[in-house]
């Protein structure tokens, strides 16, 4: 019985990720997510793999979902004056 529900669990998990991975995305996605990177390091120093950015849609909306991994101790960059 436990094994079967974590197997369960697991299929459920890969149906999501096969659902997400067949809407198409939009072209500026890729982009953005670079952007988004640039500004975030401008004050806390972070890894390309630390930031995704997904669009999912349904019938009455679209969401933006940004999801970023900080270090444990971030150290705030200095900003330049100007």
Do not use: C, F
């Not at 995305?25 to 793999?49: C, F, G, N, W």
């Not at 009455?60 to 960059?77: H, Y």
């Amino acid at each position: 019985p436990k094994s079967a529900s974590i197997a369960k669990e697991r299929l459920q998990i890969l149906v999501a990720h096969e659902r997400v991975a067949e809407r198409k995305q939009p072209e500026y996605l890729a982009d953005l997510q670079q952007e988004l990177l640039a500004v975030i390091r401008k004050y806390v120093h972070v890894d390309q793999s630390a930031i995704t950015v997904n669009m999912e849609q349904d019938d009455n909306r679209e969401v933006l979902e940004l999801n970023i991994v900080l270090p444990e101790e971030t150290q705030p960059r200095r900003r330049s004056a100007g």
